[in-house]
């Protein structure tokens, strides 16, 4: 588990040393307070109900033998973290369920968008990055 975690981490520095390139941190304080690692992971937190329901129906397209590139499946996840905090003050349930319809296509857009990689249509993957942070105690840190 250990192990799985650190990899997972490793990726996600290299993520952030591709997105900043060569980029000076002094020429550009603001790509790198918006792009840390640390913010990444902070994403990956507050939506991590999401990736945990993405995953799980992307085995599920390929577990299904009526496949067809338009199919929608029913995706129903809690409103990410950010989002559950302030709804109290906006008047809204924080513990209400969204519930979309999506393409497989739509899932592998959405999951890298969270995780800040990328592996593909591989079910198999994203499940081993999600179940290496989800067994970790101190993963996600702001949940």
Not at 85 to 113: F, M, V
Request: glycine share 2%; charged share 40%.
């Amino acid at each position: 588990m250990k192990k799985d975690v650190d990899h997972y981490e490793r990726r996600l520095t290299a993520r952030f040393w591709d997105i900043v390139g060569d980029k000076d941190p002094y020429d550009d304080w603001d790509l790198f307070d918006e792009n840390s690692v640390e913010s990444m992971i902070q994403h990956i937190a507050r939506n991590w109900d999401e990736a945990r329901v993405l995953v799980e129906v992307l085995e599920s397209t390929h577990l299904d033998d009526e496949y067809t590139p338009e199919k929608q499946y029913p995706v129903a996840h809690f409103m990410d973290g950010r989002s559950r905090n302030l709804a109290p003050r906006q008047g809204k349930d924080p513990d209400k369920i969204l519930h979309s319809n999506k393409t497989r296509a739509e899932i592998l857009k959405r999951i890298p968008e969270i995780a800040n990689d990328d592996f593909g249509d591989d079910p198999d993957e994203w499940r081993s990055w999600y179940q290496a942070f989800d067994d970790d105690p101190s993963f996600p840190p702001y949940r």
